[in-house]
């Protein structure tokens, strides 16, 4: 035993035998602690994965969901801005004001039969819009606005079918109309009539 450790003790370290070369107690505690503390370290490297894949997962979601938010809460937003604005084009209809402080006012569906060449019974309905040259005069013309029906009456009794043919006939009326509404009204009470409906039965 005396003769091995004294060749042992001539032999370098690094050409013994590992094998051979008997592991003190201290020795082998370590090599086990030094083990499992590999061990240790693999675990906690997959778990470190584990986290990090789980924290990316988590961060898209949020950055999907905050995306989504901002988009329908635009949405809204876009939404309200076009039924006020829905609100405010409707007023004009209503005789009130519109835009750039322009009045509408409307004027009551008119039927009227048309003369025709064949003897066939056919009939024009017309719906229109008057503008007032002034907003102030708006109640006036509302008051009026019988006579100015009784002036269409004639004028729309005397078309006839072939009259009411192309863009040009609508163009034709309107100018028409507006003479007689101002020849009602009085001269530049009326500066633009709207032709809503011109429908031929």
């Known amino acids: 035993m005396a003769r091995d450790e004294q060749f042992l003790a001539q032999v370098p370290p ?24 590999g061990a ?5 490297s997959r778990f470190n994965k584990k986290m990090i894949v789980i924290g990316g997962a988590v961060v898209l979601l949020l950055i999907i969901g905050g995306v ?15 039924a006020a604005a829905g609100e405010h084009a409707a007023a004009p209809a209503e005789g009130g004001h519109g835009e750039a402080g322009a009045t509408y006012i409307d004027a009551p569906a008119m039927v009227v039969n048309l003369r025709g060449a064949d003897g066939t019974a056919r009939f ?12 102030g005069k708006v109640e006036e013309i509302k008051a ?6 009784d002036a269409f009456q004639p004028f729309l009794r005397e078309l006839r079918p072939e009259d009411l043919a192309g863009s040009a006939a609508v163009f034709r009326i309107k100018e028409e109309m507006l003479v007689r509404a101002n020849g009602a009204l009085g001269p530049g009470e009326i500066k633009d009539i709207l032709i809503q409906d011109l429908i031929q039965q």
Request: aromatic share 4%; hydrophobic share 40%; net charge negative.
């Open 14 to 37: 690094n050409e013994r035998d590992p094998v051979a070369e008997p592991q003190s107690d201290s020795e082998s505690d370590s090599a086990e602690s030094a083990a499992e503390d």
């Open 40 to 44: 240790v370290p693999a675990k906690k």
């Open 68 to 82: 989504l938010a901002a988009m329908f809460l635009f949405k809204g937003e876009a939404k309200g801005e076009e």
């Open 124 to 135: 024009l309905k017309i719906r229109f819009t008057l503008v007032p040259e002034s907003a």
């Open 144 to 149: 009026k606005l019988p006579a100015v029906v």
